[in-house]
């Protein structure tokens, strides 16, 4: 098991990039709020900008995921809509600073869960248990 545990987390880091992903290009397609969400998430989170992006290119590909990722957003954000229409500035200090519903603490917390996984998938693959080769015996 541990000679396969970064294979593991890596596989988990994905994952939880590709739920990053479809929840944040998701939020950018909202009708009301998308284009608010997307400018601020370009402006001030990078990461979240790159979880847009992922988003939109992997709804394109999949409409299906598309409307997934919708769905999840809109029953996350829909208490925020009015607060981010009146002041879009602050969307991105909104969104992470102001706990609105489970579903919305649970994308923002997790928006550092796939660099961490990265991170201990590297480690577990610095420590992976290494195959010992033997020297052939002695030779007269």
Request: net charge positive; with cysteine; proline share 6%.
């Amino acid at each position: 098991m541990r000679k396969y545990l970064h294979l593991i987390i890596l596989l988990l880091a994905v994952l939880a990039a590709v739920w990053q992903c479809l929840f944040w290009g998701g939020a950018a397609g909202l009708a009301e709020i998308g284009s608010i969400v997307r400018r601020s998430a370009m402006r001030e989170a990078p990461l979240v900008a790159a979880y847009t992006v992922g988003g939109e290119v992997l709804g394109r590909i999949v409409p299906p995921l598309r409307d997934l990722g919708r769905s999840w957003a809109d029953a996350a954000l829909r208490p925020a809509a009015e607060r981010l229409t009146a002041d879009p500035d602050v969307a991105m200090d909104f969104i992470f600073g102001e706990p609105l519903n489970a579903a919305q603490r649970t994308a923002t917390r997790g928006v550092y869960l796939p660099p961490v996984l990265l991170l201990l998938a590297f480690v577990a693959w610095l420590r992976r248990p290494r195959q010992v080769r033997m020297m052939g015996g002695r030779r007269s």
